[in-house]
């Protein structure tokens, strides 16, 4: 894969390689968080000093389904050791899907000073650099947030209603499968189902995955990205674009590449995704 | 929190997690994906078979069933993602509570038990994987039974 700064992207400081990260492991401007789907890989072993957060217990509300408030974002970043100067640097499992959620959900409270680890996990393990099961410990500092920003890049169901119905664009990143409705919910696993299946209308269809390359997990160069989204699915940069999957993980993924790679201003992320919208009385439903 | 259907070992180990807070329970897991061991040689070398491929499985995982002759069964079973921990810890579970078992239990062993070891925020597609891993095992021992009645 060739190096990030030629790869053509709007926003190429948000990236950084493997390398980056292996010269700032001491840097105490700089902090490693991974974030991944399975939790057992971080205490299996993980890029000396980087600290976890994990979806379920550091970026959801215990109660509603909602993201954490305000005062316990503070928590959070206090308790690894973060200040608003500090760049904090994101890598996980799965090409960084969870990695670029944890980024995404960090972004409604401004902390604008992320990047993200291109190739995530898997490209700093296939490179066989260094791993640990220390788990850092820092000294815990006063963060102050700004409230949850639930505007700019995050939608919320009638605004979806109402986007779609004006024929605006939508990114579908679930599987064709579930694109089609074939399939709704995993098997023996009903509390996760959602009770039709489809898409909302108007919604075009590219997998998350596709962004990025299979083999090492990094992104695709902007060029391969524009032929995806703009040539194969006619999406504009100047177009208001909503991305959405079951819960909102996958489709920031999708988010990111198109606002940070393509550069694309106005792209909002649907969390509450095929899991609410699919279980939406009388809600237009398209097969 | 209410009993699942389970062999014996594995229903004592769904106990001891109910006790055990959210950090403990991951570090519980992890000790087991290190005693994973992979299928010998003798029973299997790659390329593995598709036959014995978990189909719903993103670690890309592998089971294999031997006929005992005290007439249980012993699981084995090779997970090919580097990254697939889950999967090596849920095969090392149930290589330790469900090899020797009898096979009625086996065969009747609930998938609840996946979400109350790993809990219940399990992703989907994790999930799936372990389950489509347990249902391998349960297929065999009920393949098992069903040819004995038939003899």
């Not at chain 2, 109350?116 to 597609?125: A, C, H, Q």
């Amino acid at each position: 894969m060739s190096a990030i700064a030629e790869r053509g992207y709007a926003k190429p400081d948000v990236l950084v390689d493997t390398q980056w990260v292996a010269d700032h492991l001491n840097d105490p401007n700089v902090r490693l968080i991974e974030s991944n789907e399975d939790q057992l890989l971080y205490p299996s072993g993980h890029i000396p000093g980087a600290v976890q957060v994990d979806w379920a217990r550091d970026l959801n509300d215990q109660v509603r389904r909602d993201y954490v408030d305000q005062k316990n974002f503070e928590a959070l970043m206090a308790r690894i050791g973060v200040t608003r100067d500090t760049t904090v640097v994101f890598y996980g499992d799965k090409n960084n899907w969870w990695a670029t959620y944890a980024f995404w959900v960090f972004q409604l409270f401004g902390h604008t000073n992320a990047k993200v680890m291109d190739g995530g996990r898997l490209k700093w393990e296939k490179e066989g650099r260094e791993m640990t099961r220390d788990v850092p410990s820092y000294t815990p500092t006063k963060y102050e947030a700004p409230a949850r920003d639930d505007k700019t890049i995050r939608a919320f169901k009638e605004e979806v209603l109402k986007h779609s119905a004006a024929g605006k664009p939508l990114v579908d990143v679930r599987s064709p499968e579930e694109f089609r409705g074939e399939r709704t919910h995993m098997p023996d696993y009903p509390q996760e189902g959602v009770l039709r299946g489809g898409h909302i209308p108007g919604a075009k269809s590219v997998p998350w995955a596709r962004a990025a390359n299979p083999e090492d997990g990094t992104f695709k160069t902007a060029a391969e990205l524009k032929e995806i989204y703009e040539e194969e699915q006619g999406l504009k940069a100047s177009d208001d674009v909503i991305s959405y999957c079951r819960i909102g993980e996958r489709s920031s993924h999708t988010w990111f590449a198109l606002t940070y790679l393509l550069g694309y201003p106005t792209v909002r992320n649907y969390d509450g995704s095929w899991t609410e919208y699919g279980n939406s009385v009388g809600v237009p439903v398209e097969k | 929190m209410s009993e699942v259907n389970a062999p014996a070992p594995l229903r004592r180990l769904v106990e001891d997690f109910e006790f055990v807070d959210r950090a403990e329970r991951m570090e519980l897991l992890v000790e087991y994906a290190d005693k994973f061991e992979e299928v010998p040689e003798r029973i299997a070398h790659r390329p593995f078979p598709r036959e014995n491929h978990v189909v719903r499985c993103e670690s890309d995982a592998y089971v294999w069933v031997e006929d005992r002759e005290d007439g249980t069964q012993k699981y084995y079973f090779a997970v090919e993602n580097p990254q697939g921990v889950s999967a090596r810890a849920w095969a090392a579970v149930m290589d330790e509570t469900l090899s020797g078992q009898p096979l009625e239990e086996v065969a009747k062993t609930d998938p609840e038990v996946i979400f109350r070891l790993f809990g219940k925020e399990l992703s989907m597609g994790k999930g799936q994987g372990l389950m489509g891993m347990l249902d391998h095992v349960t297929s065999a021992a009920r393949r098992k039974l069903h040819a004995a009645h038939e003899g």
